[in-house]
């Protein structure tokens, strides 16, 4: 599992649609993006030559949203297979955005190679940034 | 002074690994030895490459540390070295925080803040 959090001088409000809208997401994470955000819904983000897929889970905007993760040239995490879920807690008139992402290979162990073609694949992602 | 010995025994960091996976053929060559170790010459099979294209590959990725290269008879069989990981495991840990620093970026240069001053 890999949390992380941020806190942004921006209500939920304004925050909320870059996890929503391809426009506003491709400034942060990915080049291309094509979403259709309702439950079930398309979750695809193009990094340079590799792919992550899902569909969304729950958009509850503005506080909350949850979709799947999965890299199709990787066995060991296709679509699907992975779910990245982000709360976005008002503070003030900031916001905190917590983001889960749960359900991920076991890979933690250096000797463990099932983990390798996902390392290989989301760093590729990290390096077309 | 002793020359530096070759030293692939070194753990490479982070950015010889970056430079040497940031190639779509020596990411493919990782994946074919992957689970098992494989002569040059059948590496060299799978790609569209010259025989000496595909030696710079691995030379590149046995710099980096991510190729362990064994010698057998006359054949050098590779493999991929697991110990490796590590590094990348430590950026994989990074990649959903580097994305939230961006994200914090985007929103805030978009959505300034005004200065906070008293009514007009």
């Known amino acids: ?51 992550a897929r899902g569909s969304y889970v729950a958009v ?44 991920l290979p076991p890979d933690r162990e250096p000797s463990h190679r099932e983990g390798w073609e996902r390392c290989l694949a989301l760093l590729a992602a990290a390096v077309c940034q | 002074m002793t020359p530096e010995p070759e030293e692939p025994e070194a753990p490479a960091g982070p950015d010889a690994v970056l430079r040497a996976l940031a190639d779509p053929h020596r990411r493919e060559i990782l994946r074919l030895v992957q689970h098992a170790e494989l002569p040059a010459g059948q590496i060299a099979a799978h790609f569209d490459l010259t025989q000496q294209a595909v ?21 050098r069989l590779y ?7 590590q590094p990348l495991r430590t950026l994989l840990d990074e990649f959903w925080p580097d994305a939230f620093a961006r994200l914090k970026q985007s929103v805030e240069q978009a959505h300034p803040r005004t200065e906070e001053r008293g009514p007009t």
């Open chain 1, 1 to 51: 599992m890999i949390s992380t959090s941020v806190r942004i001088a921006a209500p939920p409000e304004v925050v909320f649609p870059y996890f929503t809208d391809p426009q506003l997401l491709v400034t942060w994470i990915g080049d291309r993006a094509d979403l259709d955000a309702r439950p079930g819904g398309t979750f695809a983000v193009d990094f340079g030559d590799t792919a």
């Open chain 2, 55 to 75: 030696s710079q590959h691995l030379t590149v990725l046995k710099r980096a540390g991510l190729l362990a290269e064994r010698r057998e008879g006359t054949r």
């Open chain 1, 60 to 103: 509850e905007p503005p506080h909350r949203v949850v979709f799947t993760w999965g890299i199709p040239q990787d066995p060991t995490l296709p679509p699907g297979s992975s779910t990245v879920e982000v709360v976005l807690v008002a503070d003030g008139g900031d916001t905190i955005a917590n983001l889960t992402h749960r359900d």
């Open chain 2, 79 to 85: 493999s991929l070295r697991s110990e490796s990981l």
